[in-house]
C-alpha cells in the first residue's frame, strides 16, 4: 500500500523559514516524480511545486519560485520542502504527493497518491 | 493555464444524474485529471487522461472532452459521493486546479 506521511508544519512568522519532509513507503519512491501542493483551509488546491526521479529536474509555481525548495534523498525515500521568507498568504495544508506522468518527455503529471496533509500557519 | 470550473455548489439527490464542467483557458488536449476530496482528507483521484477511470473508482464515474472543455458525469448518485471536486491540468511547466465544485444533498 503506497503511503506518504507529511511533518514539519507548524506556527512561523511572516519572513521565516519551514522545512517540510514527507517519508515515502510501499512503492519504489526513486521511480517517481514527486510533488507539492498547498490549500488554504477552506479553499481549493494549489500546485506548489515538483521534481524529476533523480532529482535533476524542478519545477515551482510562480508565487513561491525563488523562495522554496524542493529536494528529495532517494536512499531514504523522503521529499522535502525549505520554504524562506514565508507569508501569511503562505499558510496552507501542504500535501505531498506521488506523480504520474503521462510520456518520458512530460514535465507534469496526475496525482494519484497524497498524504494526509501538514498544516503550516505563517502569523505573527 | 487557467481552469474554470461550473457550477461552484451543485445540489442533487441520491440516484441523480449530476455534470461538472471544466474550462482550461487554452488547449491542453487531454491532459487533464478529476480529483474529488471530502472534509479534512487529502484528494482522492478518479480520473485521469480526461477520461481514464483510475483502478477502484466506481463505473459511475465518467470523463470526457478534450483541449479546452471538460466534463465530470457521476451516474446515480450515492451517499458517498456527496464532496468537492477539483479538475487539475497537466500540460505545461506547471500544473494547475479548478476552483473547484461542492456537490451537496439537496
Known amino acids: 500500500e503506497v503511503q506518504l506521511e507529511e511533518s514539519g508544519g507548524g506556527l512561523v512568522q511572516p519572513g521565516g523559514s519551514l522545512r517540510l519532509s514527507c517519508v515515502a513507503s510501499g512503492f519504489t519512491f526513486s521511480n517517481y516524480w514527486m510533488s507539492w501542493v498547498r490549500q488554504v483551509p477552506g479553499k481549493g488546491l494549489e500546485w506548489v511545486a515538483n521534481?524529476?526521479?533523480?532529482?535533476?529536474?524542478?519545477y515551482y509555481a510562480d508565487p513561491v519560485r525563488g523562495r522554496f525548495t524542493i529536494s528529495r534523498d532517494n536512499a531514504k525515500n523522503s521529499l522535502n520542502l525549505q520554504m524562506s521568507s514565508l507569508r501569511v498568504e503562505d499558510t496552507a495544508v501542504y500535501y505531498c504527493?506521488?506523480?504520474?506522468?503521462?510520456?518520458?518527455?512530460?514535465?507534469?503529471?496526475?496525482?494519484?497518491?497524497w498524504g494526509q496533509g501538514t498544516l503550516v500557519t505563517v502569523s505573527s | 493555464i487557467q481552469m474554470t470550473q461550473s457550477p461552484s455548489t451543485l445540489s442533487a439527490s441520491v440516484g441523480d444524474r449530476v455534470t461538472i464542467t471544466c474550462r482550461a483557458s487554452q488547449n491542453i488536449k487531454t491532459w487533464l485529471a478529476w480529483y474529488q476530496q471530502k472534509p479534512g482528507k487529502a484528494p482522492k483521484l478518479l480520473i485521469y487522461?480526461?477520461?481514464t477511470l483510475e483502478s477502484g473508482v466506481p463505473s459511475r464515474f465518467n470523463g470526457s472532452g478534450s483541449g479546452t472543455e471538460f466534463i465530470l458525469t457521476i451516474d446515480s448518485l450515492q451517499p458517498d459521493d456527496f464532496a468537492t471536486y477539483y479538475c487539475q491540468q497537466y500540460d505545461l511547466y506547471w500544473s494547475s486546479f479548478g476552483q473547484g465544485t461542492e456537490l451537496e444533498i439537496k
Open positions: 521534481m524529476k526521479q533523480d532529482g535533476s529536474e524542478t
Open positions: 487522461k480526461a477520461s
Open positions: 504527493a506521488r506523480e504520474v506522468l503521462p510520456n518520458p518527455w512530460s514535465t507534469m503529471g496526475y496525482l494519484d497518491s
